[in-house]
């Protein structure tokens, strides 16, 4: 079992940047693949960024690409979502979520994602 706990939310202007955390629980984390999905009011939940068990291979998704980076530190049980270059539509709530599957399938839909946090609003003003 795995539990997650996001953190570092908040209201930011465009432009600015904000740089979430999600704490986990239990022993596995070093063999275990990460992600941050969000959900827009009214939208469907979407896949924002995924890294591998090693940290060693990154997937985003088109929309942040070049703005958001996601990191970990497996010797603190932590993933990390650095967010720079803020727009008014990345407003959202956003997951962590966690999978003994791959970053690659993480990105095909939250539907087979097991353990998620409860999630960390995130608000862009323009």
């Known amino acids: 079992q795995v539990q997650l706990v996001e953190s570092g939310g908040g209201l930011v202007q465009a432009g600015g940047s904000l740089r979430l955390s999600c704490a986990a629980s239990?022993?596995?984390?070093?063999?275990?693949?990460m992600g941050w999905f969000r959900q827009a009011p009214g939208k469907e939940r979407e896949f924002v960024a995924t890294?591998?068990?090693?940290?060693?291979?990154?997937y985003y998704s088109d929309s942040v690409k070049g703005r958001f980076t996601i990191s970990r530190d497996n010797a603190k049980n932590t993933v990390y979502l650095e967010m720079n270059s803020l727009k008014p539509e990345d407003t959202a709530n956003y997951y962590c979520?966690?999978?003994?599957?791959?970053?690659?399938?993480?990105?095909?839909?939250?539907?087979?994602?097991?353990?998620w946090g409860k999630g960390t609003l995130v608000t862009v003003s323009s």
């Open positions: 890294i591998s068990s090693g940290g060693g291979v990154t």
């Open positions: 979520a966690a999978s003994r599957g791959t970053a690659q399938t993480m990105t095909y839909g939250s539907d087979a994602i097991p353990y």
């Open positions: 239990g022993r596995t984390f070093s063999s275990i693949a």
